[in-house]
């Protein structure tokens, strides 16, 4: 294919009206083959999409690299959203190994890139924001409780001004991102800690000294993560030298304390389709790494959520599949040291770097400006706190 390119190019030298048509013509050609090498030999030549069916899953039915989908993927222009992928409709690997559709007309719902089911509490429940300062926080509970959930009463501190009826999500601080560059290192260091009721480091927790950073320059507050406690309406504001609010919990929920925050309730905060695809550029080596494992883990597997160190700042969209990867260590070569001693006292730079280990791929379904979350897709070993975070091709 690549020789009857060149022929092409060679013969319509002759002809300079007609080069620079041919010349596309030419580069899309080379373009089809480099797709073309990358759907999987097994292939069917037809799927007809099932109720349950994921993106991820028809994608590796035809490609051997699931998030090159979108190089082969037919858009058809005649429907409101040419992307959307339906139940009953039939797919087809199709010429210049473009995949077609043929719309079943059946109506439902549209097929997703993961199951909603396992990401949908992520997407609903968490939140990064950047400070705490200013959000509303709850001050009391009715009856001087310790706890309240729906039909009860909290009373709320910073919410001057603002108009009984409008809803709120209670929402607890759970953790603390901080990202820490480390000079004349391989990788910068993520932090996580747990957080008390005020949304301060918790003192008593047993990594407190571990986790300690004095701040500097060098270190960088990612964000905090909130989890959705309630929802609750306002129904009476800071009237008649009252210092507080009331709200009315209204929804089913977690039960509510003192020090909860407040956000506004939005129409829509999260997409519900996304659609597999390789990063829009590549971060330095050291840069994104995985920050957390959901269910207070420290190593997850496939279906498993992680939290990442990098947001929208860093190009990072839904749908930007990574591969994951464990550092390579520092080692000492004891073969060309003469006697024995302690690791810990050999220089980095004097130590052998070992090559990274490959662990999996995740892609990202929640996209805040400097942290994302993302879904554990595949892996051959656990995908634990620390690991980096690649190109879904990065050779190593």
Not at 7 to 17: A, E, I, Q, S, Y
Not at 166 to 184: D, M, N, S, T, W
Not at 187 to 198: A, S
């Amino acid at each position: 294919m690549l020789e009857r390119v060149s022929n092409l190019v060679r013969t319509d030298v002759l002809r300079p009206r007609g080069l620079r048509t041919l010349f596309a013509v030419a580069l899309l050609t080379v373009a089809t083959y480099a797709a073309a090498v990358e759907v999987r030999s097994d292939h069917p030549d037809s799927y007809v999409v099932k109720s349950g069916d994921t993106l991820w899953d028809i994608a590796g039915r035809f490609l051997q690299r699931p998030w090159l989908w979108p190089e082969i993927w037919q858009a058809n222009p005649q429907v409101k959203n040419p992307h959307l992928i339906y139940p009953g409709d039939v797919l087809s690997l199709a010429y210049m190994d473009r995949v077609q559709v043929q719309q079943s007309g059946n109506v439902g719902e549209p097929i997703n890139a993961v199951p909603l089911a396992e990401v949908e509490p992520f997407l609903k429940d968490l939140r990064m924001v950047d400070s705490l300062d200013g959000l509303p926080y709850v001050v009391g509970l009715e009856d001087d409780r310790l706890r309240s959930t729906s039909g009860q009463v909290v009373y709320v501190r910073g919410l001057e001004g603002i108009a009984p009826g409008q809803r709120y999500l209670v929402v607890r601080p759970e953790k603390r991102y901080r990202l820490i560059e480390r000079a004349g290192l391989c990788c910068d260091k993520t932090q996580t800690v747990d957080l008390d009721y005020r949304g301060k480091q918790m003192a008593d927790a047993g990594t407190f000294w571990s986790n300690t950073v004095f701040p500097s320059k060098n270190t960088e507050m990612l964000g905090y993560e909130l989890r959705t406690q309630a929802v609750g309406t306002l129904t009476r504001g800071e009237v008649g030298g009252l210092q507080a609010s009331t709200l009315v919990l209204d929804e089913q929920g977690h039960e509510v304390r003192i020090g909860d925050r407040l956000v506004p309730v939005e129409a829509q905060p999260y997409d519900l389709q996304f659609f597999p695809h390789p990063p829009k550029q590549q971060a330095d080596y050291g840069r994104l790494q995985v920050m957390a494992v959901a269910d207070q883990l420290t190593s997850g597997g496939p279906h498993d959520v992680i939290a990442i160190s990098g947001g929208s700042r860093e190009g990072i969209d839904n749908g930007t599949v990574f591969s994951i990867w464990r550092h390579g260590q520092s080692t000492v070569d004891r073969v060309k040291t003469s006697k024995d001693f302690d690791e810990d006292l050999v220089p980095f730079e004097s130590k052998v770097r070992l090559p990274d280990e490959f662990a999996g791929h995740a892609m990202v379904f929640r996209t805040f400006d400097k942290v994302s979350y993302a879904l554990v897709m595949s892996g051959i070993k656990p995908a634990r706190v620390g690991y980096e975070l690649k190109h879904p091709d990065a050779p190593y």
